[in-house]
């Protein structure tokens, strides 16, 4: 697609409940990211992927946060048993996961954002 | 560990003033370092990045930044804000383009007539 996209937009869910987002990446790029963006926490990453394996899962907060990506492209991230401290922007990115470019480190090395979920627990 | 300051939490400017967004950065080896702005209820838009050479980086809305290597600084400036740039600026730093990215926790910048 022409960028990054992600659904649902918003999601209201109560607590305890399941919950999926979805991150579709500009096509052709190999590398995806989650980040999630909180209110007093700023940005912090929480997992990537390089094609459909997930080298860094380092910044996952507890073992109710999982994700996945299936055929080099769509990933998804799910919260088991969500709590109220899980409320927050969930955001996706995607790079070309190659180097260079016209330029070095050019268009190629960098990281394209979606618009993000906001999730809210209640 | 890489960590990024941006010690502004809050800027208020005049429509048609300079602007300076400082970041500060800690980091182990030549950093890869980015700019994005977020405007309200937005994802985040990349306006410059730094890998290597001209230590002056030019971007789009007419930002630029600087890498200060003693200073491991990289702060953006813009010589003339409209009222269209208020948002919030996050500054973030990385080893490459295709890695997890350290953000600082972003300045909100405020656009008075």
């Known amino acids: 697609g022409a960028g990054v996209s992600q659904s649902p937009s918003n999601k209201v869910t109560e607590k305890g409940k399941d919950v999926e987002l979805r991150c579709d990446p500009i096509?052709?790029?190999?590398?995806l990211y989650w980040y999630r963006q909180s209110l007093g926490q700023g940005l912090e990453f929480l997992i990537y992927?390089?094609?459909?394996?997930?080298?860094?899962k380092s910044g996952l907060p507890s073992d109710r946060f999982s994700a996945e990506r299936t055929g080099g492209s769509v990933s998804t991230l799910t919260i088991q048993r969500t709590q109220q401290e899980d409320s927050a922007v969930y955001l996706c990115?995607?790079?070309?996961?190659?180097?260079?470019?016209?330029?070095?480190?050019?268009?190629?090395?960098?990281?394209?954002f979606g618009p993000g979920t906001r999730l809210l627990v209640l | 560990a890489q960590s990024v300051t941006q010690p502004d939490i809050h800027i208020t400017v005049s429509e048609g003033a300079s602007l300076e967004l400082r970041c500060n950065y800690s980091y182990g080896a030549t950093p890869y370092l980015f700019w994005y702005v977020q405007s309200p209820g937005q994802g985040l838009q990349l306006l410059l990045k730094y890998f290597s050479g001209d230590t002056l980086v030019q971007g789009i809305k007419g930002f630029e930044a600087e890498f200060k290597r003693s200073q491991s600084s990289f702060n953006l400036r813009k010589p003339s804000v409209h009222w269209s740039d208020a948002a919030e600026y996050f500054c973030a730093v990385g080893y490459s383009g295709n890695t997890p990215l350290v953000f600082g926790k972003g300045t909100r910048l405020s656009v008075i007539a």
């Open positions: 990115a995607s790079s070309s996961g190659k180097r260079g470019g016209s330029l070095f480190g050019g268009v190629k090395e960098t990281q394209y």
């Open positions: 992927f390089q094609g459909n394996s997930a080298p860094d």
């Open positions: 096509s052709g790029h190999t590398a």
